[in-house]
T-cell receptor, first 116, second 112 residues
Framework: DAGVTQSPTHLIKTRGQQVTLRCSPISGHKSVSWYQQVLGQGPQFIFQYYEKEERGRGNFPDRFSARQFPNYSSELNVNALLLGDSALYLC???????????????FGPGTRLTVT | QKEVEQDPGPLSVPEGAIVSLNCTYS??????FMWYRQYSRKGPELLMY????GNKEDGRFTAQVDKSSKYISLFIRDSQPSDSATYLCAMSAGTGRRALTFGSGTRLQVQP
């Protein structure tokens, strides 16, 4: 079974540019979350989407935006890139159940973004 | 103060040792607790998932949660060099649309 896939695996951008990262969840999973992991730290929550709607947002500026498509894949967009945006961007998918058994999140390999 | 505290290590042990990894947290709303393993430059891999207080065992791994002390642990028995990785604890307040709050990770090195 295919796990969470992300593209591209690595990219290099210049300050001020814009970037789009892509994620495909595990088949059957309807929720996608995005996390930022700076080197040496744990992942930090950016967004959660479920059924194409934003269900949660972390403490990130408006330069960060995301969307989810009818096939449950997702894109994360970052505008006006800063040096501090250099990080591993992780996508996690989950099978959301609102009663009973809580969800588990499964992560993709990440996209490593370097801003110069 | 961070919501989840985790000793960054590195923790170096000989092959076959029992490893104890720990996290403390401050948010009493956390009910769901996970441990992830992350190899260098890879995404986190879910190892263990527990709900509320108690123990859970899966092969060489045992997860413990003590909500009264706001303290969780992961024990690895008969550690192997392939266990060398960064271990991240993560926790969530509830079901459904809840984000995970992670610790900063503990780097483990198992020496052959």
């Amino acid at each position: 079974d295919a796990g969470v896939t992300q593209s591209p695996t690595h990219l290099i951008k210049t300050r001020g540019q814009q970037v789009t990262l892509r994620c495909s969840p595990i088949s059957g999973h309807k929720s996608v979350s995005w996390y930022q992991q700076v080197l040496g730290q744990g992942p930090q929550f950016i967004f959660q989407y479920y059924e194409k709607e934003e269900r949660g947002r972390g403490n990130f500026p408006d330069r960060f935006s995301a969307r989810q498509f009818p096939n449950y894949s997702s894109e994360l967009n970052v505008n006006a890139l800063l040096l501090g945006d250099s990080a591993l961007y992780l996508c996690a998918s989950s099978l959301v159940v609102f009663r009973g058994r809580p969800y588990e999140q499964y992560f993709g390999p990440g996209t490593r973004l370097t801003v110069t | 103060q961070k919501e989840v505290e985790q000793d960054p290590g590195p923790l170096s042990v000989p092959e076959g040792a029992i490893v104890s990894l720990n996290c403390t947290y401050s948010n009493s709303a956390f009910q769901y607790f996970m441990w992830y393993r992350q190899y260098s430059r890879k995404g986190p891999e879910l190892l263990m998932y527990t709900y509320s207080s108690g123990n859970k065992e899966d092969g060489r791994f045992t997860a413990q949660v003590d909500k009264s002390s706001k303290y969780i642990s992961l024990f690895i028995r008969d550690s192997q060099p392939s266990d060398s990785a960064t271990y991240l604890c993560a926790m969530s307040a509830g079901t459904g649309r809840r984000a995970l709050t992670f610790g900063s990770g503990t780097r483990l090195q198992v020496q052959p």
